[in-house]
């Protein structure tokens, strides 16, 4: 599984490479903006989070926070190369897109249902490099099947926020509570023990973590 991954990822590699080079090739590289990024972290039985706890399908750091990289011609001098760890989330490139579009973002079919406006922030000025800090204030993370909700919990949407101060909340037990180490999968851990901390059913204790009610956590320094 671990080569599989790794060759998926050499894949698209390459081919963003190709892609960039024609972009080149057509005169068409000062106008673009490359965003790469992913929805979930790595899947444990041949991705690998570490030094993150969790994974794909946990509310955990490994499971939540990702790698995100922008590139392009677009891209202004100044922030080419640096680095930034405000919030930012898979559903804020929905705003952001549109604010360079000069469209408006939003879904029209719900506003006409009177539902709320669309949790989406435009984070243009951090990518041009007109702010430091991210506009978004919190993440609020949807129920996951990896996470056990009883009792006055059991109908709730949410079962976890993250604040741009680092502090994180989690409800409910949380199945996928390990960690992987520099090298993973290794000879220490047994494959099928750890694909059972994927199911409620068959976790061991070593595979879950306690929040209920809750757990606290500082992402920022923990």
């Known amino acids: 599984q671990r ?30 903006l490359i965003v790469v990024t992913s929805d979930n972290g790595g899947q444990t039985d041949g991705g690998n989070n570490f030094p993150l706890r969790g994974g794909k399908g946990s ?16 891209l202004p001098e100044k922030v080419r190369g640096t680095r930034f760890s405000g919030l930012i989330t898979g559903w804020d490139w929905y705003s952001t897109f549109s604010d360079l579009a000069g469209v408006k973002a939003e879904d029209k079919r719900s506003k006409d249902a009177g539902l709320p406006p669309i949790d989406s922030i435009s984070m243009v000025d951090v990518i041009l490099g007109r702010r430091d800090d991210s506009p978004r204030e919190q993440v609020a993370l949807g129920t996951s099947k990896r996470t056990d909700l009883t009792g006055k919990y ?44 994927f199911s409620r059913k068959r976790a061991k204790s070593t ?3 306690k929040c209920n009610p809750f757990c606290f956590f500082n992402v920022s320094s923990d």
Request: aromatic content about 10%.
């Open 154 to 197: 059991a109908n709730y949407s949410v079962d976890g926020v993250i604040r741009s101060d680092g502090l994180k909340i989690l409800l409910g037990d949380q199945l996928l509570a390990g960690w992987t180490g520099p090298t993973f999968p290794n000879n220490t851990v047994n494959r099928g023990d750890w694909l059972a901390c």
């Open 3 to 32: 080569k599989y991954m790794a060759a998926m990822v050499n894949f698209i590699d390459d081919s963003v490479g190709e892609v960039v080079e024609k972009l080149k090739e057509k005169g068409m590289w000062d106008d673009t």
């Open 59 to 74: 509310q955990f750091e490994g499971g939540v926070r990702v790698n995100a990289a922008v590139s392009g011609g677009y």
């Open 207 to 209: 595979c879950t973590l």
